[in-house]
């Protein structure tokens, strides 16, 4: 397994001529992958450039979760700002916000960034190029306020509080704001010719909650397992609760609107990869750098394609135009998954259904439609008769204080109530699920 992967990272950087490659693979049931080609170890670090806004989304969110601020707060509410102060956190997250994309002045012809204070003092001479909420407009601008935001009600700097919160709590050690002595050169390599120009040494100052970071592929390939299934990487939620990142992964807008191949949720890029798989995470570049960071998500509710727990995959490189980069780690995951699968655990039998949902179980009609509903893994779940194979049931849990009523928490009407009716002994005999009635024959809405 190892050699093929190996050998499709050899390919890129030989074919997309990156001086330094380095790619690695985590997942919670194989020892940790990892190949370097070219002029890179296991120990070099690269820019990682915007895979630094998935942290400072993060910390966004551990704000939230510890009641610091409201996704809907306007960003003025955090910072002293001189304009654009009402736009709201959750549109700067997702980039809905209709900022213009980089800070005013031009930072990529100077290389020059403004520091922190200079950024928002002069946030007044940057437009709105866009409503808010119109369409995606990927903003570096939005995602610096952010970071600034979350310093400023934590009592530290972006890069301290990112330290103290995210990066020592999940043992990513070679992740720093910082370059260090393990820093590899980063490259223009000539279109016409084999010469590789070095690109000069940059700090991003004020800019960089949106792309400072500096990082090794087995340090990204740790986080983007944790992107996509922080249960298994911090079961104790000490950085951010499961729940927190179902949120962050779900999609709030399309990149394109023509071609439906990418989404953005609260600071994650969401890349589907067909038979309800995903890959989530982000790419970044830099002068000389291009980095992929990606943890593959399984078909929830089933056996999927064989996606096991933690999975993720980096690709970092130091070449500024080689796009191949940023496409090696889907490829990776793909191939990783297809030539050595996740182990399928033996089912065993488990606990009865409780005697107070045993006549729930079974064929139910409603809207005209068959479902079935069945305990499993200690819960109450239904799905339509017709469902195709590995397609999420709804899943259910008691209301407290109710008795006969449920509440949806996956799945189908999530969120909704179903409520159960029953005859003079006991057994249910009439549903309503979203108010819609279900019954064990096949009725017209009026009964018949």
């Not at 200079?118 to 946030?123: F, K, Y």
């Not at 009592?155 to 301290?160: P, R």
């Not at 609260?266 to 970044?284: A, E, S």
């Not at 006969?404 to 002994?425: F, K, P, W």
């Amino acid at each position: 397994m190892s050699k093929k992967l190996a050998r499709m990272a050899q390919w890129v950087q030989a074919e997309a001529r990156v001086p330094a490659l380095s790619a690695a693979l985590h997942r919670a049931d194989r020892p940790l992958w990892q190949v370097q080609v070219g002029a890179a170890d296991p120990e070099s670090q690269f820019r990682i450039g915007s895979v630094t806004k998935t942290f400072t989304a993060v910390l966004v969110l551990q704000a939230r979760d510890a009641g610091l601020l409201d996704l809907d707060d306007p960003i003025g509410r955090h910072l002293d700002l001189p304009a654009h102060g009402d736009l709201p956190v959750r549109r700067l997250l997702s980039h809905t916000s209709g900022l213009q994309r980089e800070p005013y002045g031009d930072v990529w012809d100077t290389l020059l960034a403004p520091d922190a204070d200079r950024l928002l003092a002069e946030l007044d001479q940057a437009e709105r190029v866009l409503p808010e909420a119109r369409r995606f407009h990927y903003s570096n601008l939005g995602m610096s306020l952010l970071g600034h935001a979350v310093a400023r009600l934590r009592g530290g700097t972006w890069g301290e509080v990112l330290e103290d919160r995210i990066l020592r709590p999940l043992g990513l050690s070679a992740t720093t704001v910082q370059a260090t002595d393990r820093a590899v050169t980063g490259y223009l390599v000539d279109a016409y010719s084999d010469q590789a120009k070095p690109e000069p040494p940059t700090d991003f100052g004020g800019v960089g909650p949106a792309g400072q970071l500096w990082s090794t592929a087995a340090d990204m390939a740790r986080w983007a397992a944790f992107l996509a299934d922080p249960a298994a990487l911090d079961p104790g939620a000490e950085v951010l609760a499961p729940s927190t990142l179902d949120e962050m992964r779900w999609p709030l807008t399309a990149t394109d609107e023509t071609v439906w191949a990418a989404g953005f949720g609260l600071g994650l890029m969401i890349f589907p990869q067909g038979d309800r798989i995903v890959h989530v995470g982000h790419g970044g570049a830099m002068p000389g750098f291009l980095a992929g960071v990606y943890g593959r998500r399984p078909a929830p509710e089933g056996l999927g394609d064989g996606t096991p727990r933690a999975m993720g995959c980096a690709v970092l490189g130091s070449s500024g135009t080689a796009s191949a980069t940023t496409e090696l780690p889907h490829k990776l995951l793909a191939a990783a998954v297809e030539e050595d699968p996740a182990d399928i655990a033996p089912w065993t039998p488990g606990e009865p259904a409780p005697e107070a949902y045993r006549s729930v179980l079974g064929r139910w009609w409603g809207e005209g439609f068959e479902y079935v509903f069945f305990w499993r893994d200690g819960a109450l779940r239904a799905r339509d008769a017709d469902d195709p194979p590995g397609r999420p049931p709804a899943v259910f849990a008691p209301v407290p204080g109710r008795p006969d009523v449920l509440r949806g928490v996956y799945g189908r009407e999530v969120g909704e109530l179903l409520r159960l009716t029953r005859d003079a002994d006991g057994t249910v005999v009439r549903m309503h699920w979203a108010t819609y009635r279900f019954t064990r024959d096949q009725q017209t809405f009026t009964g018949d």
